[in-house]
């Protein structure tokens, strides 16, 4: 039996829900990027000779760092659109810089290097599709 594939139907997802997800997929993979991490031999030993201090500040601020993109998946769903695509803006470009910060540091795991990638893919979705927030019409 062949599907015609002219019949197949294809919904308009509302760009809250681009957003929401985008910001869902990014916060998987800060998570797997830093349990990978956190398994790593090198990265034990920097933190167990201190050369990577992890304490109540360091923590956190990664707590914060962390919880902005949590409470943006929400907030992408429930925010009014005017200030939704600004804050949407404002927050991808802020991650963006975080990012750009993040790969200065020179960092040679394939891993790595590919989780950075992918958010940085993401990042520049979000950013566009807040950008281009459809019009309503009327």
């Known amino acids: 039996m062949r599907i015609d ?8 997802i509302n760009v809250k829900f681009k957003l929401s997800a985008l910001w869902v997929a990014l916060m998987f993979l800060y998570l797997y990027n830093d349990v990978f991490g ?9 933190v167990l000779s201190g050369e990577i201090g992890l304490n109540q500040v360091s923590l956190f601020g ?3 760092l962390m919880a ?12 009014p659109a005017k200030v939704n695509r600004r804050v949407n803006i404002i ?3 802020a991650y963006a810089v975080v990012l750009v910060l993040v790969m200065l540091v020179p960092e040679t795991w394939a891993y790595y290097v590919f989780y950075e990638i992918l958010e940085a893919v993401c990042i520049t979705l979000i950013i566009r599709y807040a950008w281009k927030w459809p019009k309503q019409e009327g």
């Open 5 to 12: 594939e002219s019949m197949l139907e294809d919904l308009k």
């Open 62 to 64: 990664a707590a914060i």
């Open 68 to 79: 902005i993109p949590i409470f943006m998946i929400f907030l992408s769903l429930s925010l």
């Open 38 to 46: 956190s398994f790593r031999q090198d990265q034990v030993e920097k």
């Open 91 to 93: 927050v991808g470009i």
